[in-house]
């Protein structure tokens, strides 16, 4: 898959220097630690711009503890979402650098800070409510190197909120919009700039928000194009996403 | 029930007017003409402020007539709806000052146009898409005798639409709010006016509309107070609703 | 958007009176207080004719309290719904005349009394377990000026209930029909009576209750019009409703 | 699992009057007959008091007709439901006694016209457009031998329709109800008698009437209990049932 | 709607013993207690054969108590369902009679003992999780007078467990099937006998039971005809049921 | 992937006999043909034992035949599934061979007609309407090389057309069971056999079938353990599965 | 049913070593326990090759140590499924001898280790979180006799994991895929081998998964063929499929 | 809105240039046509980079005609989407630069074909009958000014059909993913790059696809981060958010 790697391979055979059942099992290895419980994936940061990204929940404490702690001896920056405070006090014991925010439930390392990316990404929420989520979108984005601008608790009862603060919508590269109840403000945002929109649908609400679903629907079905819809309460999701848009290309694998 | 009407009565037994049997049957019929297949209530206008209205799907064709025929009797103004053109041509012939709306899919017969209520009602859509059902919505409220102004095509993505009318919106006494795709512009409006809005889901959309599921989940959680909603589609129901707030109680029985 | 704020403000630059850029960012901003996790909303009494109202759940305490302390600096009437007994302990600090109403689970501070409307409103509840959601629609009106009657248990397994007190329902300006189960009674009600209906399905009852689907269906399915739904549970939104169609357009800003 | 037979069965095995693997094979055959595509239930009417019903949609046309010709032979009463007028062409030819009842959409041969039962069955329907559904279901309850009477048109919308025909209630044995749109009516019928309801959800109504999911959930949700529900359209299901009430046990397999 | 009070009355008002006023009074009140927070319905037992019936969930402590002991004055056997164990110790405070079954979480008084009914029920679950939905059924189905028998743990898993115990199906009167899972139990159960078949769909199983709709479909889509569903988990209504198709119409008011 | 095959172009290479860049191409390059609007993949019959097979809906009528065409080429046994006649009308006319089979909606080409497997499949169904599904899938299982068994019409409904034929079911050595409506009998199948049972729902039934919802839950939650769903009408899908389960590992690659 | 049974008794009846009565006592009884609360079926071994399995939720304590005493007095291998660790430590004290899986929430008695089937099970996770399912299943299969081999958290978002595993693939008889989130995985394997895969949707992602339906509908919508689907976090079900899968018909009643 | 504007709109006033009330009609309108039926958003492309697409569905012929006519006038480049072959007839007639793309559905008029953005865009698809979607996709992006590449029928049931042609992958500056079925397709391409992906669900499926709801699910899960989706079969918003995302803010304008 690494064309360089498997070419340089080949001439290594060629030369005599690697023996064919090596070469075979190179071929066939790709670099992963294998944990017994996990396969903690090395690669990624080369493949796809950001190591691996441990999602807590249903996961035993001593995994997350072990695979944070192997993903730290490679890697810069790392991201644990959806980290209760216990997880943090645990993994705190082995990697002192470790950050914890509260707010946004993550354990984050942050040990490269360089910017990338074209500009700025801005994170809008409808309500106070929806802030956890922003957070978790906004960290994660910082963390992968893109600037972040935030406009909280402007949601459609109070359009003059948003319409108010135009210049921010205007300076933006990427907006993600974090809504919950019915989600309008995704289309709206959409129908007023240019650039990419990255709805949220968040689980705040009275009764026939169903956990997230008329958000969710409201997003996909926006009225506005230029939005595209990440899962249900997924900071991280759509921190990722936009951060991705936010650079280009050669960028993610500075 | 009707108070006025039992105290006669009981006063005609006490004076020997009237026997006790027939008093007895009196006491339990209520006005309606049972025609074997349906039982048309003339008591309708007289509890509610309205006829019965006809909503022709699934129901036989001479059923249909029937029933507009005996209403005609009694009623002034009489509505159809979700009538198709061969339905209207049977009409027209027993009852030649019918008129068919083709767009709203309506027969109306319209012979008594006092205008009643406090003001006006506007339509708003936010889209060419959602005109039938807009248009069900307007018939059915001036037949009831409110005036009707229209906004179309005011949707939320490109949003000056909208607010290029707020004097529309301001001089409005009861907005109705028709939108498929995802339906936030009910949200938006309900944030920006002092006025009741009644939102109407449609069936406009791509696949995740799910037939108009999207906008009524929308209207449902509507950030923005003031906001109740009635079925997908539901165009008569919509204008019948905003008729009846445009109107006193006591308007409502003249 | 306010022509005539609009237009002194252009006299005031023709006149010299005001500079180009006060004017151009006067022109911009509307009047609302950012606590940066929450925009406060004043605008929102001149707009709506009532002040922007607290949904607690998913909020910090710290930002309850301040947003509270914040409104009730410019606000006479507040509103707190959802709010648990230890919310109510730390507003009571710093707002020494905020009240708690245990079973609607709302704060309210009722500074302005005077009575707005053309009548009166009614709530109906269809059984006990529905009162939690009655009284906050109660609530909700009252403090809007609307006055409240309450018609409670009522359901149509025992239709007695609601025809004895028919004369409850003719006096009424405006209905509001809290129902669980399977809501029926929101139709029954619809059918008798020449108001508008607003219907609140609740989460009470069985498996297939499905928290409120079943009487949320229910009611945006009536047959008898002149029904109109808020969202699940949703007392505040039904009694805001019921408040805004009871008066006039003009005393919405009294 | 027919006890006597069994009996006799071992009785002529202990006489030597039955071979052992003959006894092994009637031990597992019970009679139907096996036409390859189907396997005609003989053994139905003596199991559960009535033959095998045909549910036309999906099947060939000359399966259809070999399985009625087939029952025909052995069964006095047979029932074909669902059924287009082309398929009673076809029927007819072979079975010249077959009659088609066009808006219940059933063919029947109906030759054993003996009454059973302990009294009536009422079938009430909301609205016109509920039709077809009830004549089904008064097709099957008649021809199962129970007496039936109609009153059609009686929804919540016009209450005093149904309150006002009280006594046709009062004299049923039970009660099937067939409605549409939000399926209220159900629960008032419910709430008045003191026989068992079987109910039977339409897909007559607005979009959010979900090809009747609303009234289903409505009628399962009943806030008056004794009643019980069966699959949307189901006509035939709930005469079955409503017949199989209406009789006792002895009577069933007269 | 009573016919004899209705006519005594006339007579009192003819022969002038009552006065018209009173009259107007009476023909609007029916028997219910007013409590305020609820409207106790004396007058069930005399319409539906069977008191008022208390379910407990959402309802205060209090009130339930309230509603008890003003029940119990007037009634013999009365029924609170879904009651946790201190809602108990307090209703035995005022009503020593009162007993608590723990398994099916009903409190119950039963001072009239005397059977009604034409035969037997039967209850069936099809496991052992789908108990307290049984054991309520049951209840219900003993305080209003029917005997019953239980089949537990006859699942189709091991279908003989139900084919082993026809004699008790074949001895039934009606028959309430209890199952979670999939539910394919009532279905079996349906295609085995001549009675009617109340069908319990129980929230027992793994995830894509999802909380009962998984058997509730199954029921309503039973390929046996004679069987009819109740809301899921709700035994109180299939024993309720269950009795009255067990009773004569003339037996149920005795 | 094909270690066998990278072993020897890796010999080739330090052979000398192949130049790197023709590895590099090699390694990167897997069978299929590129049609541009499709990929057929020829790789498929060596991967997972039979050739790719045609799911027509949706697809170009050029398209179809142009893929047939090219894996005639080098394939035996070929399947287009869901195809109308009109399809098999221009297949016809490039592939003589070609065969219909109007019921399972199918062309297949069938030349290599040699038996594989351990044993029999039976494909047993619910009631006559599911023929269709049912044929589809015991035409792919024989196309693959499996032998089958029918025993159709046996629902639970008639449990002894079930219980009857006890012994089909207990030479079976895989079970497929293709039911609508409820679609129970996958769980007395499941109950009764200690083979491998797939079962298959179908969209056939009543309302609440919800176009074979129900069946799926069903079949999904079966109380039997040993039964494991595919798709709904999705024949081939269970006839393929049934096959591979038939048949060992080696004999699939035969 | 079991014919040879049959045979004999018929033999015996007819030898005159059975009396009449009892012949149709036996004919009717099968091998179960009746505990009262549950009927535990000894005859399930022999029908389906493994006694009965016990899923602990909602059943009473006492119940599950009865029905395990009362199933080891007869069976070598018993499973009881999602116990909490208190179950297990009440079934210790009666059955010294069985185990306790933490993780698998699983109480064990393995009493026959003898191994059964044509080869190895390979049990594969998406993810860390999907452990306790897939170790359910594994233990399942043990049980049962097959020999289970591991992959665990080799997901398609690092797709290297699993295609570097290819030979543990290819070393399968039968594959099990255990996945949350969208559960994408068992199509991918599906594609890549030539053996039945069970797919195992589990509950574990963020809101739009809504408790495993989103891996549920992928997983059943496999375009990849040989792939068929239990229930939501049903890792017994998967195992218990597989191993059936894994063993002849005639091994599974060894 | 738009600073620049306000600004000398305000210096315009004043310098007496403009008389004010001029300006507070300029300051309330913003550039769009109303057509009555429609109001012509002229402003889009200058706020949001591209004009106003017609989406075609529920639009009465002549609308549609009118929008074209009227946006032609301003506009370079015209979209119309989902549009009937007669639709095209009737707009070639009045716009003869007009060009209809069958399989995408889409009518255009191309007259601007500068290129814009970073990078190309590739659109795959998992098979031949997502077609439609993915043209309709292809044909937006290249309209905004990006370059597309196309890699057709490369799902996972044959994962090499993707792996083989990495370099595609590699090569993209944004990726559209369309696919139905399962749509795992999505999740597998975002675990191998490191640009964004847009997913599109399509409704190409077997019964459990539910119309595209099992693939929108999936994509919205998906296990890979860098993945947002929009609405099902919504090939023209996946185009249009992928040349947003390829171009630069500034770019947009151009």
Chains 1, 2, 3, 4, 5, 6, 7, 8 share one sequence.
Not at 13 to 18: F, N
Not at 32 to 38: E, I, N, R, S, V
Not at 163 to 180: C, H, K, P, T, Y
Request: aromatic share 4%.
């Amino acid at each position: 898959m690494d064309i360089e790697k498997i070419r340089k391979l080949l001439e290594d055979v060629r030369a005599g220097e690697k023996g064919i059942e090596d070469a075979v099992l190179e071929l066939r290895r790709l670099p992963y630690d294998d944990l017994g419980f996990a396969k903690v994936d090395h690669h990624r940061r080369l493949r796809r711009g950001f190591p691996e990204v441990i999602y807590c929940p249903g996961k035993a404490l001593e995994h997350i503890v072990e695979i944070m702690r192997n993903l730290s001896e490679k890697e810069c920056n790392i991201l644990a979402t959806r980290a209760e405070p216990y997880v943090f006090e645990a993994v705190k014991k082995v990697l002192p650098d470790a950050e914890y925010h509260a707010l946004a439930r993550c354990i984050v390392i942050n040990r490269d800070r360089r910017r990338r990316g074209l500009g700025k990404i801005l994170i809008i929420t409808a309500g106070t409510a929806d802030l956890p989520v922003a957070e978790e979108a906004a960290l994660t984005a910082e963390l992968m190197g893109s600037s972040v601008d935030k406009l909280y608790d402007a949601g459609v009862a109070g359009i003059h909120r948003l319409l108010g603060n135009r210049d921010m919508l205007d300076e933006a590269n990427v907006i993600v919009v974090v809504a919950g109840m019915e989600g309008a403000l995704a289309s709206v945002v959409g129908g007023l700039v240019r650039v990419p929109v990255i709805a949220v649908p968040t689980s705040v609400g009275y009764g026939a928000n169903f956990q997230g679903l008329a958000p969710l629907l409201t997003m996909l079905n926006s009225c506005a194009s230029g939005v595209a819809v990440v899962n249900i309460d997924n900071g991280f999701g759509a921190g990722y996403m936009a951060a991705l848009i936010n650079m280009t290309k050669e960028e993610a694998l500075k």
